[in-house]
Each structure stands twice: as structure tokens, then as C-alpha cells.
């Protein structure tokens, strides 16, 4: 039995292993040829922000040497909150 479909079945193993080789190459022929180092400044990097439902525990005008002042106190979560996960201005 010596047909076109056995001789094609016959050598599917290794026309399949040639084209995933083929692959292989051109896919180690496009990437870069050197790994990020430790000083290189990264161009992005991930902030993960907790938002708190409340900011402001209590706030009030007090005076105190000879002035008046604005004394806000804040909550446990907004005290966990980093400068970076705010909008302040600085």
C-alpha cells in the first residue's frame, strides 16, 4: 500500500517536528538578546490603593499660642493610605 495518504500519514511525525523547530527559530530569532538588570529604572510599576469609605475622624478650630489652628484627625484607614494613592498636590 505505497498511496500519496500512507506516505503523507508515514511522515507527519516529522513534518510536524520540523515546523514546530521552525517555529522555534524565528520565535528565539525576535527576542531580545539581553535581560533587564537591576539598574534599570522600570517604566511602570504597580500602586495598589485602598479606598476608605470615611477620611476625616473628627476636625475642629483650636487655639493655641495665641492663634487659631484647623486640627483634623484622621481614620485608621486613611492613615494606612499611601502619599502615592492620594490626588494631593505637592
Same mark, same amino acid.
Given at each position: 500500500?505505497?498511496?500519496? @495518504?500512507?506516505?503523507? @500519514?508515514?511522515?507527519?511525525?516529522? !513534518? @510536524?517536528?520540523?515546523? @514546530?523547530?521552525?517555529?522555534?527559530?524565528?520565535?528565539? !530569532?525576535? /527576542?531580545?538578546?539581553? *535581560?533587564?538588570? *537591576?539598574?534599570? *529604572?522600570?517604566? #511602570?510599576? !504597580?500602586?495598589?490603593?485602598?479606598?476608605?469609605?470615611?477620611?476625616?475622624? #473628627? *476636625?475642629? &478650630?483650636?487655639?493655641?499660642?495665641?492663634? &487659631? /489652628?484647623? #486640627? !483634623?484627625?484622621?481614620?485608621?484607614?486613611?492613615?494606612?493610605?499611601?502619599?502615592?494613592?492620594?490626588?494631593?498636590?505637592?
Amino acid at each position: 500500500m505505497n498511496t500519496l @495518504l500512507s506516505r503523507t @500519514l508515514g511522515n507527519a511525525p516529522r !513534518i @510536524l517536528f520540523h515546523s @514546530l523547530m521552525g517555529v522555534g527559530l524565528m520565535l528565539s !530569532i525576535n /527576542s531580545p538578546l539581553y *535581560a533587564q538588570t *537591576a539598574k534599570d *529604572a522600570p517604566d #511602570s510599576y !504597580i500602586l495598589t490603593v485602598e479606598r476608605c469609605v470615611k477620611y476625616v475622624e #473628627s *476636625a475642629q &478650630w483650636v487655639y493655641r499660642d495665641y492663634r &487659631w /489652628s484647623f #486640627s !483634623i484627625t484622621p481614620t485608621t484607614c486613611a492613615r494606612r493610605t499611601l502619599p502615592e494613592g492620594t490626588q494631593a498636590v505637592g
